[in-house]
């Protein structure tokens, strides 16, 4: 009987190889499936504290507004999908197609911590023209 890989006498070699291309593999996975979203997160924005703030928990279809403030040239910046504006109206588009393809679409709004509240008021319209109903806001807990 033909026996498996083995030393000469009688222990198990251990292969290395096929390990290390499992190993690859789940890191090409796991690249590729967290890469799409913080590439939709602006690091740049500084969230408002709220020390109740609790871990979203489940993972569903969600789109994010991220609003960006310049307190020099006291300007607004929207960024959706890689996309720039400066009125979230121009995403509304956008918005109502996903929200059609899931009606359970979920928007969340990053807003900078020194945004004045008319931009996120914006913010919340927009998603009301789309159709959004679900909107969820991003805190920091400290």
């Known amino acids: 009987m033909a026996g498996g890989g083995g030393g000469g006498d009688g222990e198990p070699e251990f292969q290395i190889a096929p390990m290390i291309d499992v190993l690859l593999v789940l890191l090409i996975f796991f690249m590729s499936i967290t890469t799409t979203q913080v590439a939709r997160v602006l690091q740049e924005i500084n969230l408002p504290v709220a020390t109740n703030a609790a871990k979203k928990g489940d993972a569903r279809d969600e789109s994010i507004l991220n609003i960006q403030w310049d307190p020099v040239a006291r300007s607004v ?3 959706f999908d890689e996309r720039s504006a ?3 109206d121009e995403f509304v588009d ?5 929200h059609r393809l899931e009606p359970k679409h979920r928007l969340v709004i990053r807003g ?6 008319r931009h996120i008021s914006a913010a919340m319209a927009a998603a009301a023209k789309a ?4 909107v969820t806001f991003a ?4």
């Open 131 to 134: 159709g959004i109903s679900d």
């Open 112 to 117: 900078d911590r020194t945004v004045p509240a």
């Open 77 to 79: 910046k929207f960024v």
């Open 86 to 88: 400066t009125k979230p």
């Open 139 to 142: 805190a920091s807990p400290r």
């Open 94 to 98: 956008i918005m109502t197609r996903r």
